[in-house]
């Protein structure tokens, strides 16, 4: 039960990155990698403001050069390489690659000490991807329709550095979570590079769009990715691996109730497929307590049976 709360917390990301697409959408049409910048520079002081009130946890940047690669690669070279594996592929295509993700989490996270993967872990997730394809492609099919791409490669490589990421900070789990503000914040300064190389500044125009962009920076790119680092390090890698094919799914429910687009019966199937998915995946994690219970129960003394 010690992995239950940690796994929650890191659900807990997969549940505000849900609203990506809506606040992004909300935000206008801001240049991705200004966008960028400004939204990581808010996720890093969600972080940093904490250290007024906690001025010793600044020491958590004192961290070997290994923490900073990791975290720096799974921040900052994977959002900056999914915008331009988005503008060299169709967005589609390159969704469907990326959110590999969650299956390479899963089958890295064999790797780790003190973990296994079992039989519902491989079939959790399987299902879990077959719900992600369904909802992305609304029921459809999907091919590389103009052959293999940039683009698809990027993509790719993008799903290998946020699985790996995601299971290599679990062997620094004696880091505290406090050093994803150094994350986002190098993040935010790579974006603003590029953004000052490649793009044309637009600002936004309504204080609705303003809105937006507060949001997201400090709740789905701050808080969410707190919430996921604290998840990865403590609690149950491979059914959060499970877990996070929700995140396109809610994400398009998330769309669907804000009056973005109308309901198709592939979200119903792939709510069905994500959903028996995750409870396939969290056996363990659901059955544990009972069969810790039952145990008990089996070697308790007569006299204890009797009392009870």
């Not at 935000?27 to 904490?50: E, K, N, W």
């Not at 459809?140 to 946020?162: E, P, R, Y």
Request: proline letters at 6%; glycine letters at 10%; charged letters at 10%.
């Amino acid at each position: 039960m010690k992995k239950a709360i940690p796994t929650l917390i890191g659900f807990s990301a997969i549940l505000t990155w849900s609203f990506l697409a809506l606040l992004s959408a909300a935000a206008g049409p801001i240049p991705p990698f200004q966008l960028a910048a400004i939204t990581f520079l808010l996720g890093g002081l969600v972080g940093a403001t904490s250290w007024i009130f906690r001025p010793a946890a600044i020491r958590s940047l004192w961290q070997p050069w290994p923490v900073w690669v990791i975290g720096c690669a799974g921040l900052c070279i994977y959002h900056c390489a999914y915008f331009f594996a988005i503008q060299s592929a169709p967005p589609v295509e390159v969704s469907l690659i990326a959110y590999l993700w969650p299956l390479l989490i899963v089958v890295f996270a064999a790797f780790l000490p003190g973990e296994r993967l079992k039989v519902h872990h491989v079939v959790g997730v399987i299902l879990g991807l077959a719900g992600a394809i369904v909802v992305i492609t609304k029921g459809g099919t999907v091919g590389l329709a103009n052959g293999v791409m940039k683009g698809h490669v990027i993509a790719l490589f993008c799903a290998f550095i946020w699985a790996g990421y995601s299971v290599l900070s679990r062997r620094f789990g004696q880091v505290p979570t406090d050093v994803v503000a150094g994350y986002c914040f190098i993040t935010a300064a790579v974006a603003f590079a590029l953004h000052l190389t490649l793009e044309t500044t637009v600002w936004p125009q309504a204080p609705t769009q303003w809105s937006a962009i507060l949001i997201l920076g400090t709740i789905p790119l701050g808080a969410g990715f707190y919430a996921w680092d604290y998840g990865c390090k403590h609690g149950d890698i491979m059914i959060l691996g499970a877990l996070s094919y929700a995140a396109p799914l809610f994400s398009v429910i998330v769309l669907l109730l804000a009056g973005f687009g109308v309901f198709h019966w592939s979200v119903a199937l792939a709510c069905i497929l994500i959903t028996i998915g995750a409870v396939v995946a969290a056996r363990d994690l659901l059955l544990k307590p009972r069969d810790a219970a039952a145990s008990a129960e089996a070697f308790a003394s007569p006299k204890e049976s009797e009392a009870s």
